[in-house]
């Protein structure tokens, strides 16, 4: 079987989640990715939780990728790093900015040791402006952007995610960067630097508050999402068109006239109390019965248990 990018070597310079799962993809997508790690290894290979003496969260964003330990402050480590780059495509690193002048491999002494080669580099703000030395992870892009306000109005507080949703839009943002940056060297003979950041990549994930904001100077737009009570739990309903929010409407006794989309509905929603007051039936028949009444639905489960998760692979135990 051949993938997108076989031939394709990476040379990974990552710690925690947003660089490791960049890379993590890239290997998916068939290219051979090298882990650089610091002597001992990289922190998160003794990260919670554990299971039989291994890191979960090391496991999962470094699955399918090659290893080695560097010293790269002494100069035997600089010298096979520099040979690696010698045959190498990408660099990606996420080091706070200026880290990688210090050790000597800024993305102009790379270029001069290979001119085909890709730097990626993944960090908290961005290469350059006022918050550029900050250290910065998940939660402060959550914070900073506006998004835990958001996800917090069902409780009335900021509330982070549970899972760091910052790191994968991230993780995504350099994956694309990646792979438009071979593009054009394949097209051109020449490498790129490719710059993402949490804060940009949070912002992203607040598109529709945002220019909603400067539109009117309001808050609004968007908001929290919490599922629907039925009789033994939890379902969600996402009417996100105005012909089904209407058909909803008339189905649980409110006005057909009233089709703003309910993609989801936060506390205190009139249509909310319509529907939940609606006769009570269990999560699943809600569910079914949403579905083949055109409503996108399905009932709460606490992990992904359902049978799309195992037939198109998206779930994988090894």
């Not at 070597?9 to 890379?23: N, S």
């Not at 990606?92 to 270029?111: A, C, K």
Request: aromatic share 6%; net charge positive.
């Amino acid at each position: 079987m051949s993938f997108a990018l076989d031939g394709v070597r990476v040379l990974e310079l990552a710690r925690y989640q947003a660089g490791p799962r960049g890379g993590m993809i890239l290997s998916d997508l068939g290219a051979e990715v090298i882990k650089v790690e610091p002597l001992g290894g990289e922190e998160t290979r003794r990260h919670p939780p554990m299971v039989r003496g291994q890191s979960v969260y090391f496991t999962v964003y470094n699955r399918g990728k090659k290893s080695l330990c560097l010293d790269l402050r002494s100069a035997e480590g600089k010298q096979v790093f520099a040979a690696l780059v010698e045959k190498a495509d990408v660099v990606l690193e996420n080091f706070r900015p200026g880290v990688m002048r210090t050790m000597g491999f800024d993305y102009e002494r790379l270029r001069a040791i290979n001119p085909r080669i890709v730097l990626v580099s993944v960090s908290g703000f961005g290469q350059y402006g006022p918050y550029t030395e900050r250290p910065a992870f998940d939660p402060l892009g959550q914070a900073m952007s506006g998004l835990m306000a958001l996800t917090g109005q069902p409780v009335g507080q900021p509330l982070g995610t549970a899972s760091s949703v910052v790191d994968r839009y991230t993780a995504l943002h350099a994956t694309i960067g990646t792979l438009a940056a071979l593009r054009h060297r394949d097209r051109t003979g020449e490498g790129q630097v490719v710059d993402v950041c949490l804060l940009d990549s949070a912002l992203t994930m607040v598109e529709i508050p945002t220019s909603y904001y400067l539109a009117t100077g309001a808050e609004g737009g968007e908001g929290g999402r919490p599922p629907y009570r039925a009789k033994d739990g939890w379902v969600v309903i996402s009417a996100a068109g105005r012909e089904m929010a209407s058909r909803l409407m008339t189905i649980v006794g409110g006005d057909e006239r009233d089709a703003t989309p309910l993609p989801g509905s936060s506390v205190g929603d009139r249509r909310r109390a319509l529907v939940e007051g609606a006769p009570l039936t269990p999560s699943r028949r809600s569910a079914r019965r949403s579905a083949t009444r055109g409503f996108p639905s399905a009932p709460y489960a606490p992990s992904p248990r359902w049978p799309r998760t195992r037939t198109s692979g998206s779930a994988r135990c090894s």
